[in-house]
Nanobody, 124 residues
Framework: VQLQGSGGGSVQAGGSLRLSCAAS????????PAWFKQAAGKEREFVAA????????TYTDSVKGRFTISRDNAKNTVYLQMNNLKPEDTAVYYC??????????????????WGQGTQVTVSS
């Protein structure tokens, strides 16, 4: 599965962006999608994920109440709606797809397929 992330940009604090990740094939719908971010000089870290089946979302604490992950199976696309953005959200955001077990959805190593990354910059 090839993933193509898009939707990044530069916004002021308090603004919103919606990231999209389009998959190359319909088997994407059998995977659990996720978003990670990597700020300059830092390791890649988990942002949000959707479980397969019931599609329950998981979020890192810093984005709860501000970000929403969703998917459109008909379009083989997963989204990350980001509201009330903060300067600390600045990073390259990567979409991913994999088959993590429940206890490992926040680990990058659980995901086999990755998009190329899209830059999000939030100014104060």
């Amino acid at each position: 599965v090839q993933l193509q992330g898009s939707g990044g940009g530069s916004v002021q604090a308090g603004g919103s962006l919606r990231l999209s990740c389009a998959a190359s094939e319909g088997t994407f719908n059998t995977y659990s999608p996720a978003w990670f971010k990597q700020a300059a000089g830092k390791e890649r870290e988990f942002v949000a994920a959707l479980r397969r089946g019931a599609g329950r979302p998981t979020y890192t604490d810093s984005v709860k109440g501000r970000f929403t992950i969703s998917r459109d199976n008909a379009k083989n696309t997963v989204y990350l709606q980001m509201n009330n953005l903060k300067p600390e959200d600045t990073a390259v955001y990567y979409c991913a797809a994999g088959l993590p077990i429940a206890s490992s959805v926040t680990y990058a190593r659980s995901y086999r397929h990755w998009g190329q990354g899209t830059q999000v910059t939030v100014s104060s």
